[in-house]
């Protein structure tokens, strides 16, 4: 699936051109009123991740170990915000000029791939696209952005939890879901309370069980010890223990992916052990 969104609001003469193939995407912009010019691409893209293909003038950008200038360049906000945690938007800002469009990606593995652009700079069309899967275009406005919901909560598959036979759903602000979290969870009488990842559609759609399913999920717990703190989904499930060491109270479980750490966020309450 890919889509691609211009901005109805947008009055831009930027034009230029987006090649996909397989993972590597590509895209050449040219301003003649600047005029500015570049190119930049994402070598292989990454599952749940977003990109931004921005105006920074005067610009360096390497591509297959080549520096080349360009007056557009890619950041990829993933790596950007886990390293300096901030807002995706101060990102942008800090690092160019305005943001150009926008690449939100889904699940990338193989012949399955989700990609979302939005450009914010440039008329319906004003993009000629070279892809090797068919290309759906609509519109959005960015005057109403923020009363609408954003593709990653679509396009991000969500972690939920199952505890001692109960189910749990959360999502990225800690907002429970499914469950009920004001009982105790009650590990065993060893200290140990078993924990049950499944890997749901977007924001717990379907449930996935795919052989795709199969990515990292990174976890954090406030209490006790967890086995591993990355696990590898097996047709979308996987299975971790937390050794609680005899704590009782309120705690948090995180879970989400290595450049994105936290996509769900639950808060729970431990019980005595049995």
Request: glycine share 8%; charged share 25%.
């Amino acid at each position: 699936m890919l889509k691609i969104l211009y901005n109805s609001s947008s009055n831009s003469p930027i034009k230029g051109k987006i090649v996909l193939r397989d993972s590597y995407l590509s895209i050449t912009a040219k301003n003649e009123e600047d005029p500015s010019y570049g190119t930049d691409s994402v070598e292989a893209m990454r599952s749940y991740n977003s990109y931004v293909f921005a105006r920074a003038p005067g610009s360096r950008v390497k591509n297959f170990r080549t520096i080349t200038g360009s007056d557009y360049k890619f950041l990829d906000m993933n790596r950007l915000g886990v390293a300096i945690k901030m807002d995706f938007t101060d990102i942008s800002q800090l690092y160019a000029k305005g943001d150009i469009l926008q690449v939100d990606t889904g699940i990338i593995c193989g012949t399955e791939r989700e990609l979302i652009i939005r450009v914010f700079e440039g008329m319906k069309d004003s993009f000629e696209v070279d892809a090797d899967m068919e290309v759906e275009v609509g519109t959005f406005d960015s005057k109403t952005l923020p009363q609408e919901s954003h593709p990653r909560m679509t396009l991000w598959d969500s972690y939920g939890l199952t505890i001692n036979g109960l189910d749990f759903a959360a999502d990225r602000k800690g907002v429970i879901l499914t469950g009920d979290t004001s009982v105790p969870l009650v590990p065993d009488a060893n200290g140990v309370l078993t924990l049950t990842i499944q890997k749901y559609k977007g924001a717990f759609g379907d449930k996935l069980t795919r052989p795709i399913d199969n990515e990292e999920v990174l976890l954090d717990s406030s209490c006790g010890l967890l086995e591993t703190r990355r696990v590898a989904l097996v047709n979308g499930k996987a299975t971790v223990r937390l050794f609680t060491f005899g704590y009782t109270g309120p705690f948090k479980l995180k879970l989400g992916r290595k450049w994105y750490e936290v996509w769900n966020d639950y808060s729970f309450i431990m019980g005595k052990a049995k």
